[in-house]
């Protein structure tokens, strides 16, 4: 044997020979905890004998009539490959006439007189010593008539008209039937009552030979081969039984125990005939050691059947122990290691991981451990709070946790924390969540010209802090970047298109977490100019239906299906999908079937039978799928017996008295006939009984007057008119359960912490549980705390311990500290318990408290903080004092945390801050004896304007605007109250609520009517409340409430008024307002309120949806509904620009402007006199028509001509009229002119002078006039 190894190595010495080495061999490993054994190995010497010499006469045969030529080949291990040549080494050509059959024989259906012109020798092929062995030829002599008589067929293989073959499950079965005959008879196969297995079932050798893969007990049966040719038919059957060699049911595997713990070993097998069983430890069999042990070894450990049991393991106890199950067809051996370790937790993961997940992905954190006894574990988030357990967090038994969809606010850090009475162990995990990499802008399908451009774009979004790769790829290969390629960032561009670049294109964006990915395919058309039919570039589109379907070639369980194909559309068809609809179990409803790929139009389809078929077929491109073809003609296959077996047979008893047998059905497409019933069978396990059967035509059969929790054998089988199906195997099943008749006896708990103890009790005994034995379930529930005035809801319940131990124990973990409590235990089956145990009571030791109720910020001013908290709700022990932590969380140096004791009847706390520039985290926790609870973490704001902080109190306004309800009792009436304002603070409790839907507007929101909420019990009579819908009266017990939450919102503040049934003055009142946070409400602000409604909230964000609700200080459960509204916009504080220095300085500098351009005007008037015209004195003036610059004409009459009443005239109001004047041409007064001369308007018909004089004004010019002047 090699040196540190197991490795077998045989060599052989001078004179030694392989046979002396042949037989079984089996190894063993030891080592101080044990001895393990292989399976058994058989070892054979491989031979290659020589063939025995003979002299071999010619064969004389007649023709037409059968030959065998016999083979024998020598044995050899393995046996060899045979195969007939001639001399000339040709292969001797096999077809329906002349075949070797599987002893090596060569057979002639009848003889041919060709067939002499060749010899005939048998070769042996032996792989394992590569070489082959011939044996001497045989030559044939054929003799010859005139006419050859045709014949009967008659079997050459097997002989006679019946036979058997035995083989083994999961092998390959073989049956052969060569017949002779002239002509050659033509073989087929079927098996009586069921057919042929098609999945299963393979032809060869010209359908002679019946191949049926990975047997299984299904096959077994009678398989008949017929020989048929023009002069008759004859038949063979062959019964096949089919054996098992052993396989698992339930392969025993290693077993961990911790001292006093129990456990059992289960080794099932099944074969055909029924295994046996053995046990051994250690290599040596077991019941040997257990005559042979001490009796505390056999009280420790009891053999029953294929079932070790483990009562109270000792440390020295490990031990492999192994399974033998066995029968006559072969044999299994399993090791199964059973270790008695006593361990504290270790973990077995790497430490402190990173893990990085995508947003919205199912996310797991593994934290694999080990201890024994076998530890809990929990896990937390970043160091606070309970365990994550629920919501979307699960935990598993291996360790790991899951959360269901990961978003932005589960990252951080996560602790796995293992336990057991020994220690505990704890690794974390940090988890970074990460935006999905998605490709916002896809490629597209483009069909191009060839010679033009494509290109294909690929934008990508991504996590900024993943580096992200774009690769591209043509039809799923990796794309050469030629110089006719080019990429860049978020586009491929193909230039010069050609016929190769056709095909499909996929982008994908990798990063180290995730991809994405989008194909586009290219389609590249010819030159519009060369064929101008193709006058555009089409995109490829879905294809057309197929058409015209046509059925042929009939069978039993099958039909050719043909069709003809549809326009592609310029995107080849890659497959069709064919449907089926028949109109016996679900008519109309049309189901797929099959599918094919692209190149096929006509296909064979397999049926089931007694179904009446209709078929259509549904093309498919890279496009999409065409539209479903025009229905098939229909097509009915005729009925068989059922070839399936009921599924999920099983049996259990519904009372102690019976057993219930179940399955499921078959489908419809597996009835295969009419009037389907099934067949049931049952008999005592290991009784030997005869079968009793029953006939049903449901999914259920009851075996009533059985005895209590029996085992029995069952098995099933389907049957119709056809006939019946394959039977089931045999499965076990028991009769039902009755109540146990006794209780765990001596309950005792002991080693009781804050949290945990242990509990001890004998067992009982397990024929008095009349079932099958589920667990020892214990019943707890905490009758009161130790804390003085803390009321506590007693709420029992249990946890079930899986033993069979004689001096069972268990761990109780999961208790409150320093409570009382009461337990008692049952043992239980399936369906009953057992009578309790004696009540025990115990009292749990002090543990540390839990966070405090709230802790909350309530005013900051420059240099001070106002905290306020609450007792913790469970404080688990008795309080003696606060621990507030704070340190700076912005500040440039790192500083050390500050450290407060405030004693325990205390809530409230002021705290001046070293820094008043500095933001601080501050840490709350209580304190017991045992040390410091959970805590409460806040931080403060940096000014205080902050988070909606405010430096002083403001005051509260009194408004009257009640809305009441239709739906409510009237209250008695409030007091008038002075009028208040509250400033809103915000709440540091990061508590939400699920979402609900309240009908809002844009103003006032009115509350639903309220529901009912559970309170404390009173004495107050009962009053029936009157909804207005239908059957809602509802009878309730007056007690407080609140009710009418009604909102007057403005922008930043809002009035709130509410009604409620509290004596005056003796309530205090929080308003609760939340936001919107992904499906849940985040309470953002809470304001105490001492006065009583209405009163007007400030401090408000405008334009802001907000969620409120109202309820008592002292009863937090009694709380209005919850409301929505929204407030309204801010107004924008307009600035006065009048008071502006810059607008003053640019109006001053206008109107400077303005009084020099007045100047100048009067200047120039004041000059008077005539301009001249030269340019323009020689134009001829028309009255009467002018022609404007779009080419039409401006006809004038004389009362165009007239001037308007008060127009201008010169300054003087004298204007003297010359012929070099132009002043009568002006339009409504004074002409105009530049320096030069030139006019400013148009021409108009010579006004009358006295008409000019009579309408003087003596208003100023108009400074525009004056500053074309200046023009």
């Keep these: 044997m090699q040196k540190h190894s197991g490795t077998l190595k045989i060599g052989f010495r001078p004179g030694e020979r392989p046979e002396d080495y042949e037989g079984e061999y089996q190894c063993f490993a030891s080592n101080d905890h044990g001895v393990a054994m292989s399976n058994k190995i058989l070892l054979r010497v491989s031979k290659a004998p020589l063939w025995p010499k003979e002299i071999l006469e010619p064969r004389v045969v007649t023709e037409g009539s059968p030959l065998i030529l016999p083979c024998n080949?020598?044995?050899?291990?393995?046996?060899?490959?045979?195969?007939?040549?001639?001399?000339?080494?040709?292969?001797?050509?096999?077809?329906?006439?002349?075949?070797?059959?599987?002893?090596?024989?060569?057979?002639?259906?009848?003889?041919?007189?060709?067939?002499?012109?060749?010899?005939?020798?048998?070769?042996?092929?032996?792989?394992?010593?590569?070489?082959?062995?011939?044996?001497?030829?045989?030559?044939?002599?054929?003799?010859?008539?005139?006419?050859?008589?045709?014949?009967?067929?008659?079997?050459?293989?097997?002989?006679?008209?019946?036979?058997?073959?035995?083989?083994?499950?999961?092998?390959?079965?073989?049956?052969?039937?060569?017949?002779?005959?002239?002509?050659?008879?033509?073989?087929?196969?079927?098996?009586?009552?069921?057919?042929?297995?098609?999945?299963?079932?393979?032809?060869?050798?010209?359908?002679?030979?019946?191949?049926?893969?990975?047997?299984?007990?299904?096959?077994?049966?009678?398989?008949?081969?017929?020989?048929?040719?023009?002069?008759?038919?004859?038949?063979?059957?062959?019964?096949?039984?089919?054996?098992?060699?052993?396989?698992?049911?339930?392969?025993?595997?290693?077993?961990?125990?911790?001292?006093?713990?129990?456990?059992?070993?289960?080794?099932?097998?099944?074969?055909?005939?029924?295994?046996?069983?053995?046990?051994?430890?250690?290599?040596?069999?077991?019941?040997?050691?257990?005559?042979?042990?001490?009796?505390?070894?056999?009280?420790?450990?009891?053999?029953?059947?294929?079932?070790?049991?483990?009562?109270?393991?000792?440390?020295?106890?490990?031990?492999?122990?192994?399974?033998?199950?066995?029968?006559?067809?072969?044999?299994?051996l399993a090791n199964a290691f059973v270790s008695v370790l006593d361990l504290s937790p270790m973990m077995l993961g790497p430490k402190n991981q990173l893990i990085q997940v995508i947003e919205n992905n199912r996310t797991f954190l593994d934290c694999p451990f080990f201890g024994s006894p076998l530890p809990e574990h929990r896990w937390f988030k970043n160091g606070q709070g309970s365990g994550l357990d629920g919501g979307h967090y699960r935990t598993y038994l291996n360790g790991s946790l899951e959360i269901k969809r990961t978003r932005r606010e589960d990252e951080g850090t996560y602790t796995c924390v293992a336990s057991n009475m020994l220690g505990k162990a704890e690794n974390q995990v940090h988890l970074e969540v990460k935006e999905p990499t998605r490709i916002v802008q896809a490629p597209v399908h483009q069909s191009a010209v060839r010679g033009t451009t494509a290109r294909f774009d690929c934008k990508v979004n991504s996590d900024p802090t993943l580096p992200v790769t774009v690769t591209w790829t043509k039809d799923d290969k990796p794309l050469d970047l030629?110089?006719?390629?080019?990429?860049?960032?978020?586009?491929?561009?193909?230039?010069?298109?050609?016929?190769?670049?056709?095909?499909?294109?996929?982008?994908?964006?990798?990063?180290?977490?995730d991809q994405d990915s989008v194909s586009a395919r290219l389609t590249v058309l010819e030159d519009a100019s060369l064929h101008p039919s193709l006058s555009s570039a089409l995109p490829p589109g879905r294809p057309d239906p197929p058409m015209d379907l046509d059925l042929s070639d009939p069978a039993a369980r099958s039909v050719r299906l043909t069709w003809i194909p549809g326009n592609d559309h310029n995107s080849p068809i890659t497959g069709f999908l064919v449907q089926f609809e028949e109109d016996r179990w679900e008519p109309g409803r049309w189901q797929n079937l099959t599918s094919f790929s692209g190149d096929l139009n006509s296909v064979v389809l397999q049926l089931s039978p007694y179904v009446n078929y209709q078929f259509r077929v549904i093309a498919i491109n890279s496009v999409g799928q065409s539209d479903p073809s025009q229905p098939s003609p229909r097509y009915k296959t005729s009925g068989a017996a059922p070839d399936a077996i009921p599924r999920g047979l099983r049996g259990w008893g519904t009372r102690n008295d019976n057993m219930e047998i179940t399955w499921e059905p078959l489908q419809d497409l597996e009835r295969n006939g009419p009037n389907l019933q099934y067949h049931v069978w049952w008999r005592r396990k290991d009784s030997g009984e005869q079968w009793d059967s029953g006939t049903t035509p449901s999914s259920n059969y009851v075996v009533q007057n059985t005895d209590t929790y029996v085992p029995y054998e069952i098995r099933i089988q389907a049957s119709n008119e056809f006939g019946s199906g394959p039977e089931s195997n045999v499965v076990i099943g028991y009769s039902g359960e009755d109540k146990p008749t006794e209780p765990p006896r001596q309950l005792q708990v002991s080693n009781v912490d804050s949290t945990k103890a242990q509990v001890k009790w004998k067992a009982v005994n397990m024929s008095s549980i009349r079932g099958e034995f589920k667990e020892y379930r214990l019943y707890y529930s905490r009758k009161s705390s130790l804390v003085p005035g803390l009321v506590v809801k007693e709420e029992t319940k249990n946890k079930g311990f899986y033993t069979t131990a004689d001096e069972p124990s268990g761990i109780l973990t999961g208790l409150v500290p320093f409570s009382k409590y009461k337990m008692s235990m049952v043992v239980a089956n399936n369906r009953f318990e057992g009578p309790p145990s004696n009540m025990v009571e115990f009292t749990t030791r002090e543990g540390v408290p839990d966070?405090?109720?709230?802790?909350?910020?309530?005013?900051?001013?420059?240099?001070?903080?106002?905290?306020?908290w609450?007792?913790?709700?469970?404080?688990?022990?008795?309080?003696?004092?606060?621990?507030?932590?704070?340190?700076?969380v912005n500040s440039s140096r790192p500083s050390s945390p500050t450290i407060l004791t405030i004693p325990h009847n205390v809530t409230k706390h002021t705290l001046r801050l070293p820094d008043r520039s500095t933001r601080y985290k501050l840490f709350l926790s209580a304190l017991t004896q045992q040390g410091s609870g959970e805590v409460f973490a806040e931080e403060s704001p940096h000014f205080s304007n902050e988070e909606g902080f405010t430096e002083e109190e403001g005051l509260v306004e009194l408004t009257n605007a009640f809305v009441f309800s239709d739906f409510t009792p009237t209250p008695p009436p409030l007091a008038t109250l002075p009028s208040t304002t509250i400033a809103a603070t915000e709440s540091s409790t990061p508590a939400t609520t699920p979402l609900t839907t309240t009908t809002t507007s844009s103003t006032t929101t009115v509350a639903p009517p309220p529901t009912t909420t559970e309170a404390p019990p009173t004495t107050t009579a009962a009053v029936l409340l009157i909804s207005r819908g239908p059957n809602l009266n509802v009878l309730v017990t007056r007690g407080p409430e609140i009710w009418n939450l009604t909102v007057d919102p403005n922008s930043v503040y809002a009035n709130v008024s509410w009604r409620h049934s509290f004596p005056a003055g003796s309530s205090a009142f929080v308003l609760e307002f939340a936001l919107d946070s992904e499906k849940t409400r985040k309470v953002v602000k809470s304001v105490p309120v001492m006065q009583q409604p209405p009163v007007t909230v400030a401090d408000l964000n405008a334009s802001t949806t907000y969620h409120l609700r109202v309820y008592s200080h002292e009863l937090n459960s009694i709380s209005s509904t919850w409301v929505i509204f929204k407030t309204k916009a801010a107004y924008i504080d307009q600035v006065d620009i009048a008071t502006q220095g810059w607008f003053i300085g640019l109006m001053c500098a206008i109107a400077l402007i303005i009084l020099i351009l007045l100047i100048v005007c009067f200047i120039k008037r004041s000059r008077g006199g005539k301009y001249p015209v030269r340019d323009k004195k020689d134009l001829p003036l028309d009255p009467v028509d002018h022609k404007d610059q779009d080419g039409s004409f401006d006809y004038h009459s004389d009362e165009d001509n007239k001037p308007l009443q008060g127009s201008q005239t010169s300054l003087d109001g004298n204007v003297k009229e010359s012929d070099d004047s132009l002043?009568?041409?002006?339009?409504?007064?004074?002409?105009?002119f530049n320096e030069d001369g030139s006019f400013i308007g148009q021409y108009t018909v010579k006004k009358d002078k006295d008409e000019t004089e009579g309408n003087e004004s003596s208003e100023a010019t108009s400074p525009v006039n004056a500053i074309y002047s200046l023009a």
């Excluded at 050609?498 to 499909?504: L, M, Q, R, V």
């Excluded at 609450?870 to 704070?886: C, V």
Aim: hydrophobic share 35%; with cysteine.
């Design 73 to 332: 080949p020598p044995p050899g291990l393995p046996p060899p490959q045979i195969f007939w040549m001639d001399s000339n080494m040709n292969p001797i050509p096999q077809n329906e006439r002349v075949s070797m059959g599987q002893n090596g024989d060569l057979y002639f259906s009848n003889v041919h007189l060709q067939d002499a012109e060749r010899d005939y020798s048998c070769n042996a092929r032996f792989n394992f010593t590569h070489t082959i062995q011939q044996k001497n030829p045989f030559s044939l002599r054929v003799q010859t008539s005139r006419r050859v008589a045709e014949s009967r067929p008659s079997f050459l293989t097997p002989s006679g008209i019946q036979s058997s073959k035995m083989v083994l499950r999961d092998q390959e079965l073989l049956l052969e039937c060569i017949a002779a005959g002239l002509p050659t008879p033509s073989i087929t196969w079927f098996k009586k009552g069921a057919e042929l297995p098609a999945k299963k079932v393979k032809f060869e050798n010209n359908n002679k030979v019946l191949r049926v893969l990975s047997v299984s007990e299904e096959d077994a049966g009678d398989y008949v081969c017929t020989a048929n040719n023009n002069v008759g038919m004859i038949r063979h059957t062959i019964s096949v039984d089919v054996k098992a060699a052993p396989y698992w049911l339930d392969k025993p595997t290693n077993l961990i125990l911790a001292p006093d713990e129990g456990g059992r070993l289960v080794c099932r097998a099944n074969g055909k005939p029924k295994p046996t069983i053995q046990w051994f430890v250690d290599g040596e069999p077991l019941e040997a050691k257990i005559r042979e042990g001490s009796s505390n070894s056999v009280r420790h450990r009891e053999m029953l059947g294929d079932t070790i049991i483990f009562r109270s393991v000792e440390i020295g106890s490990s031990a492999v122990y192994q399974c033998n199950a066995s029968n006559q067809h072969g044999y299994l």
């Design 870 to 888: 609450d007792r913790p709700l469970e404080p688990n022990g008795i309080l003696i004092g606060y621990k507030l932590e704070y340190q700076a």
């Design 482 to 513: 030629r110089w006719r390629l080019k990429k860049d960032k978020d586009s491929l561009t193909i230039s010069n298109i050609n016929e190769g670049d056709a095909g499909t294109y996929t982008c994908m964006a990798k990063s180290a977490i």
């Design 1223 to 1232: 002043v009568d041409y002006g339009d409504g007064g004074d002409g105009q």
């Design 851 to 868: 966070a405090p109720k709230f802790f909350k910020i309530n005013r900051r001013t420059l240099d001070t903080l106002y905290l306020e």
